[in-house]
C-alpha cells in the first residue's frame, strides 16, 4: 500500500503539520498510554473540558479525531512546540504571543513544557505589569494540576508576583510552606526538583530584597547541590549568583 503525503493545520497554534497517511503502523509524533494499557499514537490536537483530541490513522488509512478523557491517561509523550524555545529571551510581549496561544491550546496536559509555557507566560504577564492575568495562570496549574508536584510551581510564581509589587514579606509567607517541604524532602524525583529549584530561586530573590545576602546566596546554591537535575533552573541559579555577588561583594553562606 503506498502511503500519500498530505499537507494538513491540525490545531497547533502557528505552524503546520506534514502529516503521511499511511499504514496504522506509522510511527506518529505524540502518544498517550491509558491507563488501561490502550497505547495511542497520532498528533494531539488540544485539550479542552477534562479530554485530550487526538489525531491519528484508523484501520484503512483515513485520518480520525477522537477524545480521551484526562482521568483515564496514564502517561503522555508529545515534544515541546517550537515555540516555546523561541520564546525563551524574548520581550515579555512577544513571549505572551508566542506562549498564550500553547496555552490555551494545550492547559491541562501532564507533561512538563506544558508547564513551562503556562510558567513563562505567567513571568511574562507579570515583567508586563499583568499581575491579575499572571495570577489568573498560577490559579489555573493550581486547578488543573491539584495535588500534584506542579502546584509547588504555581505557589513560587505567586510569591514572585507579590515581590514585584514590592510585597516581600508576604511573598515569603506564601512560598515558606513549599521551602519547608523541600528541606523534609531527602530524596526528590526529577518533577519535585524541578518544582523545589523554582521555589529556592524565588525565595532566594526575597531574601535579596530584604538584604539577607548570606540566606539569599544560601538558597540560589541549594538549587544547584540539591534540585539540580534542571539544567535551565542551575543556569538561573547561577545567573542569580553573580548578580549577588556583585550587589554584595564578598558574600558568603553563613
Known amino acids: ?44 490536537v488540544s485539550v ?16 480520525v479525531t477522537l477524545p480521551y478523557q484526562l482521568s483515564d491517561i496514564k502517561t503522555v509523550t508529545m515534544a515541546a512546540p517550537p515555540e ?20 490555551k491550546a494545550y492547559a491541562g496536559l501532564p507533561t512538563d513544557w506544558v508547564l513551562d509555557a503556562m510558567a513563562g507566560l505567567a513571568d511574562a504577564y507579570s515583567a508586563s505589569n499583568q499581575d491579575d ?3 489568573a495562570i498560577y490559579a489555573q496549574i493550581n486547578q488543573l494540576y491539584p495535588g500534584s508536584v506542579y502546584t509547588p510551581i504555581a505557589t513560587a510564581g505567586q510569591a514572585k508576583v507579590l515581590l514585584s509589587q514590592g510585597k516581600a514579606d508576604q511573598a515569603l509567607t506564601t512560598v515558606q510552606p513549599v521551602i519547608d517541604a523541600a528541606n523534609k524532602t531527602m530524596a526528590p524525583s526529577a518533577d519535585e526538583a524541578r518544582a523545589y529549584a523554582n521555589a529556592f530561586l524565588v525565595y532566594g530573590q526575597i531574601l535579596e530584597a530584604q538584604k539577607k545576602y548570606s540566606q539569599s546566596l544560601e538558597a540560589y546554591l541549594t538549587v544547584k547541590t540539591m534540585f539540580y537535575q534542571n539544567r535551565s533552573l542551575v543556569d538561573q541559579s547561577d545567573q542569580l549568583v553573580q548578580k549577588l555577588r556583585a550587589t554584595a561583594p564578598g558574600v558568603s553562606v553563613d
Open 84 to 103: 516555546l524555545t523561541a520564546a525563551k529571551g524574548q520581550p515579555p510581549a512577544q513571549v505572551i504571543a508566542s506562549l498564550a496561544p500553547l496555552v
Open 48 to 63: 479542552s473540558d477534562g479530554q485530550v483530541t487526538v489525531q491519528s490513522a484508523a484501520s484503512n488509512g483515513s485520518l
Open 133 to 135: 492575568a499572571a495570577n
Open 1 to 44: 500500500m503506498m502511503a500519500i503525503g498530505v499537507l494538513l493545520r491540525v490545531g497547533r497554534p502557528c505552524f503546520s503539520i506534514l502529516l503521511a497517511v499511511a499504514l496504522p503502523s506509522l510511527a506518529w509524533a505524540d502518544q498517550l498510554i491509558m491507563k488501561s494499557g490502550q497505547v495511542v499514537s497520532g498528533h494531539i
